[in-house]
T-cell receptor, first 114, second 113 residues
Framework: AQTVTQSQPEMSVQEAETVTLSCTYD???????LFWYKQPPSRQMILVIR??????QNATENRFSVNFQKAAKSFSLKISDSQLGDAAMYFC???????????FGTGTRLQVFP | DGGITQSPKYLFRKEGQNVTLSCEQN?????MYWYRQDPGQGLRLIYY???????QKGDIAEGYSVSREKKESFPLTVTSAQKNPTAFYLC????????????FGPGTRLTVL
């Protein structure tokens, strides 16, 4: 069975600095998708970024980028120029290409200090 | 405004009672999902549905039931058989396709008294 591991329960960063959140996953499949979701205090989940396993190029969305290391099964999220509004829980998620089911990690709580 | 609505935001029930959580979407999405969130455990899939009148169990379906009579609606019933129902419940929907990106509603906090 596929699993997603987020080994950092909490992280903190100074405003305007850069922070990286870690995620590793375990799968024997070659067709899959990876996602990072943000859950602010309102608790509504917001999609931050996604990565297709067949793409070698790392996905980027404005200040958010990923470091996708397929052989190492690693999918870290880098947040540049951190803002106070980035403070939230961040969840890494995996989806096999053959299913609709998302498998989530346990999340990383990010604090941003002014 | 297009989106997913869940009601109520907070729900209290007594032990032994069934309760139904509402989820509606006007995004014309094919698939809908129910997740449960507990502290320190991330989100776990309860049920999902790809088309009307069809649904599949997720990883923790015991003690829950769903229906999908309309494309827009996917209510979740928490039955008295669910041993530990106090949790935050999130509904999501997606267009079936390459990415199946799931969009989430604001959630319902259920507390059993």
């Amino acid at each position: 069975a596929q699993t997603v591991t987020q080994s950092q329960p909490e992280m903190s960063v100074q405003e305007a600095e850069t922070v990286t959140l870690s995620c590793t996953y375990d799968t024997s499949e070659s067709d899959y998708y990876l996602f990072w979701y943000k859950q602010p205090p309102s608790r509504q989940m917001i999609l931050v970024i996604r990565q297709e396993a067949y793409k070698q190029q790392n996905a980027t969305e404005n200040r958010f980028s990923v470091n996708f290391q397929k052989a190492a099964k690693s999918f870290s999220l880098k947040i540049s120029d951190s803002q106070l509004g980035d403070a939230a829980m961040y969840f890494c998620a995996y989806r096999s290409g053959g299913t609709d089911k998302l498998i989530f990690g346990t999340g990383t709580r990010l604090q941003v200090f002014p | 405004d297009g989106g997913i609505t869940q009601s109520p935001k907070y729900l209290f029930r007594k032990e032994g009672q069934n309760v139904t959580l509402s989820c509606e979407q006007n995004l014309n999405h094919d698939a809908m999902y129910w997740y449960r969130q507990d502290p320190g455990q991330g989100l776990r899939l309860i049920y999902y549905s790809q088309i009307v009148n069809d649904f599949q169990k997720g990883d923790i379906a015991e003690g829950y039931s769903v229906s999908r009579e309309k494309k827009e609606s996917f209510p979740l019933t928490v039955t008295s058989a669910q041993k530990n129902p106090t949790a935050f419940y999130l509904c999501a929907s997606s267009i079936l396709g390459q990415y199946n990106e799931q969009f989430f509603g604001p959630g319902t906090r259920l507390t059993v008294l």
